[in-house]
């Protein structure tokens, strides 16, 4: 099988096992959702963002994704909004397809609930989050955080305080627009703090009451070379899951007129 244009609910039929296609296209789309293509072994696809292409995501093998995303780029009508390639894969991209912005990451999920952590009864949903603050204390815990307060895709925040009520961890419980597949995100705890197993309970008690509240999977996203963070979803039951490079194309040069 060559590489073929499919439709999203054929790229859940071929890949019934990849998670990441469960996150990101939705089965049902219309036909004006995108592009969407395999050819067996590898997948691809594309929203329609702002009139544009949105974001390409190529999987598979990586040599083999990587003739594929240079195969299916040539299909679209304007270059994407940024790439997602197997770990590595924008070295195999011939120059003049060079990458910039490039960040390493992992895509992990878990359908079962993790064992229950010691500080978990510490957490607590905010009922009435504060977006000034909560802003605040991702700027100085983790100014990578990858959902910013008030994001349309957050259900609730949850948090640990102090007695005096200061935050001391945080996490979001959010959503995938396209889908509404589960997924926990900007996961945070004050420096002075950590240690104390607090990113454990607030990351548990999130996964605990998400699949409680019906969902089927959870999923979050981590930079790869954070190796606590890796052992901790580890330890609270996330599969080892993908690894991916996500960057954005650098912008054509054009010959001098």
Known sequence: MGVERVTPAELHLVHPE??????EVPALASDDWGWAWSDGECYGFAARWKGRVGWLTVDGPREKAADMFRAVLAELPTRPAGFTLPRGGERLLPATLRADGVDHWDFRWTHSAPPRQEQEQLVAVEPKPDQQELAMFLADASPSHSVEPGDPKIRRWVSVRDANGRLLAIGADTRRPATGVAHIASIATRRAARGRGLGAAVTAWLTRQTLADGARVVTLGIYSENAVAQRLYTRLGFAPGAHYSS???????????
């Open 247 to 257: 960057g954005r194309l650098a912008q054509e040069e054009r010959a001098p007129s």
């Open 18 to 23: 990849a998670v990441y296609i469960q996150s």
